[in-house]
């Protein structure tokens, strides 16, 4: 279709669509017309092609249009509050939660009564955990989805999501869901019709005779669970094939080549939007494109079809924003905020994975070299997006910084990583971190961590051996590393549990649905008469709560924190100690931080390399007020303590 006709036909499809072109649906009209050459401009560079080329360009055109006609009014009235020239999510008074339905509450009419917890903590944005679903036995924690559109009967039903969003919405909460765009389980309707041998569907999956074509694939495709599920093809005796499955051995890849698979997996995505989600975290991403030769991950392919979702959801439902979880290398993750012409246009949001993996690196070595020597290619982030800052979620860290940094601080990479995984894992004499080994590969030896926050800070070790100076430490670790992540720009996400220390839990061994993957093991239930202790004064839960609450109240009162491309690592002169500068409107706020056990001194200098601050200066984490002292004096800072300085 030339461009014209691609007007002409976008143009046919809205009229037919009894719109009120000049009236309320104005906008629209005017944001599809306008946007149909560029939205086709994308789509066209994937499958010009393709026999279903224009097919399914007209139900890619209808989708979007059935999306915005159905969304509901209350969502159209948040869109147009949510546009402006800032983005709302670069807002300093957004603090996420991410957690399982079921392990936090049971279920999610008893998640809707847990509002209340987050008012108190100060979060005020839920990421539900795969809700939709899936099957008990093998589910990925919700990600190998058998259905897209149902909530599993585990959590409830449809109806109880749209009950919890509206109460969110009610107390001016916001919502992110994930959409499993990569893969779906083999019991997935369009799975099972193709073992079935329905063509359509065959086409919707990577599926081979023999092993010609996945050997190919297999020369330079890396494992994702290579101790679980090795290799990247699955033989399916249902339908004699070889089919693709990067992930667990029941996640069968989607081809993404097939323009149909593209629209059904759009449509799956309005339907989230028109749930009211508003920041949509896209799984696994970096997977969609596949090519022989490569290792299947960030092809350019991807990123254009990522920068075509982005676009859709633009016209049809423009206050969702979306996430893209890429754990990818850094200048890869880079790439997800889009390039050249689509910077900026391409994902809004994406996880600041290499910087957690660093925090975790500072704190194993009390050493931040590794961490600032990476910051580079972190900065280049287009203004307008954003971070998810955090410290654990429910995944594994893993260690895939870049080695020129490991070098430049004076190590060896492969010396460098082997001992963040012993320390990590406590084979390292003297850590008190209890964590665990995850994805071993046995041909290459890398793996990455599983462990929660305070297991991996030493408080799991600490209360075994009732060692009070370890427990100290701990929650001194635990509090530092949450307000590291929480003032360096982004939205921060914490991990539930992790507010009141909750340590691994090991019942996962027992579980054989579980016992196979250690992720488990910090993915706590929560236990809601524990949960009380938050309440009395001097319990862990209540010492690690109320400091996390105390963080997020000063990140809402301190405006500079908001995400506006305004933060500048300062050297400290000293190597056990990071400092960021977070400025706006000529505001500063200066994030110090102490990553060693011993206390540590910061020439007063370091401050005032960065224009004028001071003389007095006031700690807002302590109250207390400094005088900033000469040239060779020094600030003194305790073990894993931290300040975060505003000029009085
Ligand atoms: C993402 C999820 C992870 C899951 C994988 C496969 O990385 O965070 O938990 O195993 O995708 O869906």
Excluded at 75 to 91: C, M, T
Excluded at 464 to 470: A, C, F, L, N
Excluded at 474 to 482: E, N
């Amino acid at each position: 279709m030339q461009n014209e006709s691609i007007t002409t036909r976008v143009n046919e499809l809205l009229k037919s669509a009894n719109l009120d072109i000049a009236g309320a649906d104005n906008a629209f009209y005017v944001r599809m017309i306008s946007g149909c050459e560029e939205m086709h401009h994308l789509y066209d560079s994937i499958y010009k092609h393709h026999t279903y080329r224009d097919e399914s360009f007209d139900n890619l055109a209808q989708s979007i249009i059935r999306a915005y006609s159905t969304r509901k009014d209350s969502l159209k009235a948040r869109d147009s509050r949510k546009a402006g020239d800032i983005p709302w999510f670069l807002d300093n008074k957004i603090t996420g939660m991410s957690l399982y339905v079921d392990r936090f509450a049971g279920n999610l009419k008893k998640l809707e009564s847990k509002l209340d917890y987050f008012e108190e903590l100060g979060v005020n944005f839920l990421h539900l955990m795969p809700v939709m679903q899936s099957p008990p036995d093998e589910s990925d924690g919700g990600y190998a989805v058998s259905d897209f559109r149902t909530v599993d009967k585990r959590f409830g039903t449809t109806a109880d999501l749209e009950n919890l969003q509206a109460a969110m919405l009610e107390r001016n909460m916001y919502l992110m869901l994930d959409i499993v765009l990569n893969h779906t389980s083999d019991r997935h309707e369009w799975a099972v019709k193709a073992k079935n041998g329905d063509a359509r569907y065959m086409e919707y999956y990577y599926m081979y005779d023999d092993r010609t074509i996945p050997d190919q694939f297999e020369q330079s495709m890396p494992e994702i669970f290579p101790h679980s599920s090795p290799g990247n093809f699955t033989w399916s005796e249902a339908c004699n094939k070889w089919v693709m499955t990067v992930f667990n051995y029941y996640q069968w890849d989607l081809n993404f080549t097939n323009p149909r698979v593209f629209v059904e997996m759009l449509d799956n995505i309005f339907f989230y939007a028109n749930l009211g989600v508003d920041i949509l975290r896209i799984d696994a991403p970096a997977f969609i494109w596949k090519k022989t030769g490569t290792t299947c991950q960030n092809l350019p392919e991807a990123h254009t079809l990522l920068q075509l979702i982005k676009k859709c959801v633009s016209l049809a439902t423009p206050g969702m924003a979306i996430l893209g979880e890429a754990i990818v290398a850094p200048k890869e993750i880079m790439r997800y905020f889009g390039t050249g012409e689509y910077s900026g246009k391409e994902c809004d949001v994406a996880y600041n994975a290499t910087h957690m993996a660093l925090q975790w690196d500072a704190l194993a070595t009390g050493d931040s070299t590794v961490m600032i020597k990476s910051q580079h290619d972190l900065l280049q982030k287009p203004f307008g997006t954003t971070w998810i800052t955090y410290t654990r979620c429910h995944d594994d860290i893993g260690l895939g910084y870049e080695d020129e940094a490991i070098l430049e601080a004076g190590y060896s990479p492969y010396e460098h990583r082997r001992f963040m995984k012993n320390y990590y894992s406590g084979q390292y004499q003297g850590s008190t971190a209890k964590g665990a080994l995850f994805a071993v590969n046995p041909k290459t030896q890398d793996a990455r961590i599983s462990g929660s926050l305070a297991s991996l800070c030493g408080l799991e070790f600490g209360l075994e051996w009732q060692d009070e100076s370890v427990i100290e430490q701990s929650i001194r670790k635990i509090t530092m590393m949450q307000a590291h992540s929480m003032f360096l720009g982004g939205i921060p996400m914490l991990f539930y549990g992790d507010e009141l220390g909750y340590c691994n839990d090991y019942s996962f061994m027992q579980d054989p649905a579980k016992s196979y993957d250690n992720r488990w093991m910090h993915r706590p239930v929560m236990d809601w008469i524990r949960n009380k202790r938050r309440t009395k004064e001097g319990t862990i839960e209540n010492r690690i709560f109320t400091a996390t609450q105390k963080l997020i109240q000063l990140r809402k009162s301190l405006s500079m924190v908001a995400d506006h491309k305004n933060l500048t690592w300062i050297h400290t002169f000293n190597k056990h100690a990071a400092i960021y500068l977070r400025e706006l409107n000529g505001q500063k706020l200066y994030c110090v931080f102490n990553f060693t056990k011993d206390q540590t001194s910061i020439t007063w200098y370091a401050f005032k390399q960065n224009g004028p601050f001071g003389p007095e200066i006031y700690d807002h984490w302590t109250g207390s007020s400094f005088q900033i002292g000469s040239d060779y004096e020094h600030l003194m800072i305790e073990p894993y303590g931290f300040h975060l300085f505003g000029e009085l």
